[in-house]
DNA sequence: GCAAAAGTGTTTTCATTACACCCATGT
DNA sequence: ACATGGGTGTAATGAAAACACTTTTGC
């Protein structure tokens, strides 16, 4: 990440984004081992100087696109970090994104900067350089948040998926069980899954039916009222 | 708000700060009138430029106790505001602020940079300078959210305040109706009010009694498990 | 035929809603 | 005595929670 020259009579300011994914069992998010200084050889999030004429959401997804190759992602900023101390080298104000991805069409190139870029479970994360621990923690609680009132679950996910896959995702992010009855219950009777005529394969029990999310299905119902909520 | 000697090089960062208040009737904003360009003659948030030695919240607390005199006032970071062309003189990216004060302790000295500063009825504003509208409608948004979920509303009344102010408080926030018999039911039951032994004064009907909010009995609860919700 | 996960309804429990009358005070 | 808001309880409704067995497939 680029903060060679300081100037130090200017503030800059930069977007992290917090890529999370899901790879069926836990959650992890995307980081990359920096090669430079500071903090080299330590984890961070991805994130990069904005420039004067990008937009805040455009620069987000720029940092995204550069090391996933993937287009077209759900992205929300989460907050704004800027004590002036957080940053050894000059003034930096960060704007935090996270942006949920499927894990599988993930295509991870290491950027210049960065030393390695890997997934990693998100629970097993005890530091990262500079504040960035704190802010993977303020956006995890912002997803658990949001995953509760807004079909954006589905954004982590194959867009075909079990039930099971989707309650698993719930249990996961939320760090609770979820009774599995109950569970399908509900989130059927919100009308916003196709049932796809159509099984899984490959799996040694009884194959589990595929659903895919419908947008335009959400849409409608939200029309008449509906409020997701999980 | 100096903006005067821009260098296009370079991107400058502020904060606004929606300074929320209620008259016992209506939610209202404290806002000011533009003595200068651009934007001059128009109503705008409060708001300045971040030094570079100062912390963003620190900021929203210095715009805030330079316009109204009062300090220890609840505080949160909403939301950052940075498209390219927000600012007609150079980019500005804006973190917005919202905080909740007690109206009868403000004392408004208009801004040097401020013809007037005024409290508006919120539902009344129909436009702002720059993006001011967009982020008071944000803010507005994340305030209706908070106050269900947090105590906060208590932040807004004097200190002693009856169960019929605090109702009326939460109507004018969600913009809707509350059962009184249900509404004190709740807030009630939660244990996070005295009863003060003290009666409301000078109205012409029978006298209500006073509640003050407990933030140690607030503690007490939460540490066992306690929500706030209404 | 056994292991492994899929799929399926009913009952209980709890929180939310709806609702109307008497009370205390000032004028 | 009247106008004004203060103060109070119960029944009905609906949502959430708890819970266990049969089915289908691969090996």
């Known amino acids: 990440m680029p ?8 503030t800059f300011f930069s977007v992290d984004n917090i890529i999370f994914g899901f790879d ?7 980081l990359i081992k920096r090669r430079e200084e500071p903090f080299a050889g330590y984890w961070a999030l991805p994130g990069d100087r904005v420039s004067i004429d990008e937009n805040l959401d455009t620069a987000a997804i720029r940092v ?4 996933t190759g993937v287009k077209d992602v759900y992205l ?4 704004t ?18 942006s949920l991805v499927n ?9 210049s900067f960065a030393e390695k870029v890997e997934w990693k479970e998100v629970r097993e994360i005890e530091s990262l350089a500079f504040d ?4 993977m923690v303020t956006c995890l609680d912002r997803l658990k948040q949001d995953i509760k009132l807004r079909p954006i679950g589905f954004e982590l996910l194959p867009e075909k998926f079990t039930l099971t896959e989707l309650q698993k995702l ?6 609770q069980d979820l009774d599995k009855r109950n569970f399908r219950k509900k989130i059927i009777s919100m009308n916003i899954l196709n049932t796809l005529h159509e099984l899984q394969t490959g799996v040694s029990h009884r194959p589990a039916k595929l659903y895919s999310f419908d947008a335009v299905k959400y849409e409608e119902v939200k029309e008449n009222g509906f409020i997701f909520e999980l």
Do not use: C
């Open 3 to 10: 903060f060679q020259k300081e100037n130090t009579d200017t």
């Open 24 to 30: 069926g069992d836990v959650l992890k998010v995307l």
């Open 64 to 67: 995204l696109e550069e090391l």
């Open 76 to 79: 929300d900023q989460v907050f």
């Open 81 to 98: 970090f800027g004590k002036v101390d957080r940053h050894p080298s000059g003034r930096v104000i960060t704007i935090a994104y996270y």
């Open 103 to 111: 894990i599988e069409k993930v295509d991870i190139e290491a950027a």
């Open 132 to 135: 960035h621990f704190e802010i």
């Open 170 to 175: 719930y249990e996961a992010i939320l760090e």
